[in-house]
């Protein structure tokens, strides 16, 4: 009878457990969604009828004339052309540079790792500062080119310390292994290290590439006198910018019959249809990315 009443004990305290993580993880979710639902709704309601309030997951009057004013704007496809490009170059050579150096801080026979190391963490709290870097993208001759979107930011401190810490786990023997065979140092790092390092290489792809989609202030400092190099986030800053005083200014928008856009937009609206723009093209790549995000905590959970 006491091993029945425990039993018994147990199922109850484990469907009060069951229930609390639902309940728990639940409210999380809703939590999590609905700033994200709110922003979308507002996006597609009319701003005329925003103005009111009241709107919460679902649009009150459906339009999209939001996004309409938006993607009439001048300058917008040439920036969005531009900001694709520069976050699928960027992140691919930006992950690739930055498994490069972590290989080689890895490698147990490299002899100057302590000092390269240092050196490296070093600029994690040291930097030249805004007006040394632009005289030094100016004396590289990348001031009003496509690689100064590039360049710069291919070998990241941070990252190289996170994917060096991920290949210190990896077991060195696979490496030696390797070498007795016959490999290459090329060979090792890319048919060995590169395919154990997926998860963690994912994580870092996923880092630099919201980065460099969500780059603005760069092309203001470096391209903003050639529109031919604008990216889609420096656009979007200027029509919010312009939207904020169009309310004053009827021929705030170019591209767009000015007076028209002032009564069918206000600044909330196109805050939120901006947003939105620049949200889901992330949204729609980490799907991609996650299955290395779950193989990574499984591999630590193993370790551990």
């Given at each position: 009878m006491k091993k029945l009443f425990a039993s018994n004990r147990t199922t109850v305290n484990d469907r009060l457990f069951d229930i609390f993580n639902y309940t728990f993880l639940t409210i999380v979710f809703v939590v999590t969604l609905y700033p994200f639902l709110n922003v979308l709704a507002i996006s597609l309601n009319d701003s005329t009828d925003t103005v009111r309030g009241g709107i919460h997951i679902w649009p009150r009057a459906f339009t999209l004339e939001?996004?309409?004013?938006?993607?009439?704007?001048?300058?917008?496809?040439?920036?969005?052309?531009?900001?694709?490009?520069?976050?699928?170059?960027?992140?691919?050579?930006?992950?690739?540079?930055?498994?490069?150096?972590a290989f080689t801080l890895s490698r147990a026979d490299f002899q100057g790792r302590k000092f390269v190391s240092i050196f490296i963490v070093l600029t994690l709290y040291f930097s030249g500062g805004l007006i040394p870097g632009y005289m030094l993208m100016r004396e590289l001759n990348l001031i009003n080119t496509f690689w100064v979107y590039i360049l710069p930011g291919m070998v990241n401190a941070f990252n190289i310390i996170i994917v060096r810490s991920f290949m210190d786990g990896l077991p060195y023997s696979l490496q030696e292994?390797?070498?007795?065979?016959?490999?290459?140092?090329?060979?090792?790092?890319?048919?060995?290290?590169m395919p154990l390092c997926m998860p963690v290489l994912a994580t870092i792809a996923l880092f630099v590439a919201v980065g460099q989609w969500n780059a603005w202030f760069d092309t203001y400092l470096y391209n903003s006198s050639n529109p031919a190099l604008t990216t889609l986030q420096y656009e979007l800053m200027k029509i919010l910018q312009n939207t904020n005083m169009g309310a004053s200014d009827p021929n705030a928008f170019r591209g767009v019959a000015g007076e028209e856009a002032a009564k069918q937009v206000s600044p909330e609206s196109i805050k939120m249809a901006i947003s939105m723009v620049t949200i889901i093209p992330i949204l729609l790549v980490y799907p991609f990315l996650q299955k290395y995000f779950v193989q990574g905590m499984t591999l630590g959970a193993v370790k551990s």
């Open positions: 939001n996004y309409k004013t938006i993607f009439e704007y001048d300058n917008l496809v040439t920036g969005l052309i531009n900001s694709v490009l520069r976050t699928v170059i960027g992140t691919i050579l930006g992950v690739l540079s930055s498994a490069m150096v292994s390797a070498k007795i065979d016959g490999a290459s140092d090329f060979t090792i790092f890319w048919r060995i290290v």
